[in-house]
């Protein structure tokens, strides 16, 4: 009888307990992470220029950090930066809104390399054919063969017009000639 009194004591104080809502953070199981949008950086500690300085009041705001809202904006507008030249001179008006072009220049758009383009492309051919050679010699297994050479094709004409005027075969000494190149050892297979 003592068994199943102290059984149902012990399911019913399950029960109570499961019931209860804050049962895990009283016995420490809850974890309770940081509000991340709650959490502002704080300016280094450095040492100040002048000693003759009056030490920090208890409960003073900072003065080198200013509010959030204040390092935001100084962040987002770049307000320490100070550039003399203005807008229209540094990016001409070609349609775009003043906001636009003050964004261009605070981006830095004015200091853009003109031909970047070709500077990429350039550079991208390179790594492209150094690659192709690596496939090619792994592939063939041969250094790269240099193409044939190229039939001019007035010339041609006005050889095969002069042999069949004097009746001689088109396949004469002079004649161009395909010569195959050898295949490598897996080159067809595949």
């Given at each position: 009888?003592?068994?199943?009194?102290?059984?149902?004591a012990?399911?019913?104080?399950?029960?109570?307990?499961?019931?209860?809502?804050?049962?895990?953070?009283?016995?420490?199981?809850a974890?309770?992470?940081?509000?991340?949008?709650?959490?502002?950086?704080?300016?280094?500690?450095?040492?100040?220029?002048?000693?003759?300085?009056?030490p920090?009041?208890?409960?003073?705001?900072?003065?080198?950090?200013?509010?959030?809202r204040?390092?935001?904006?100084?962040?987002?507008?770049?307000?320490?930066?100070?550039n003399?030249?203005?807008?229209?001179?540094?990016?001409?008006?070609?349609?775009?809104?003043?906001?636009?072009?003050?964004?261009?220049?605070?981006?830095?758009?004015?200091?853009?390399?003109?031909?970047?383009?070709?500077?990429?492309?350039?550079?991208t051919?390179?790594?492209?054919?150094?690659?192709?050679?690596?496939?090619?010699?792994?592939?063939?297994?041969?250094?790269?063969?240099?193409?044939?050479?190229?039939?001019?094709?007035?010339?041609?004409?006005?050889?095969?017009?002069?042999?069949?005027?004097?009746?001689?075969?088109?396949?004469?000494?002079?004649?161009?000639?395909?010569?195959r190149?050898?295949?490598?050892?897996?080159?067809?297979?595949?």
């Amino acid at each position: 009888m003592n068994r199943r009194l102290a059984l149902a004591a012990s399911l019913a104080a399950a029960f109570a307990v499961t019931g209860c809502e804050n049962v895990r953070e009283q016995f420490g199981l809850a974890k309770s992470p940081p509000d991340e949008f709650k959490v502002v950086s704080r300016a280094p500690l450095t040492l100040p220029p002048n000693f003759a300085l009056r030490p920090p009041q208890p409960g003073v705001a900072r003065p080198q950090e200013g509010t959030p809202r204040d390092q935001a904006r100084r962040t987002v507008f770049r307000l320490e930066d100070s550039n003399p030249q203005g807008v229209d001179q540094v990016i001409p008006d070609d349609g775009r809104s003043q906001g636009e072009r003050a964004l261009l220049m605070q981006a830095g758009a004015a200091e853009a390399e003109p031909n970047i383009r070709q500077i990429v492309n350039a550079e991208t051919r390179t790594i492209a054919e150094e690659d192709e050679s690596l496939i090619n010699s792994l592939v063939f297994w041969r250094a790269d063969e240099l193409p044939g050479t190229v039939v001019d094709a007035g010339e041609e004409s006005r050889r095969l017009r002069e042999a069949q005027a004097l009746g001689e075969p088109v396949t004469g000494e002079n004649a161009p000639t395909i010569e195959r190149r050898e295949k490598a050892l897996f080159e067809g297979i595949f």
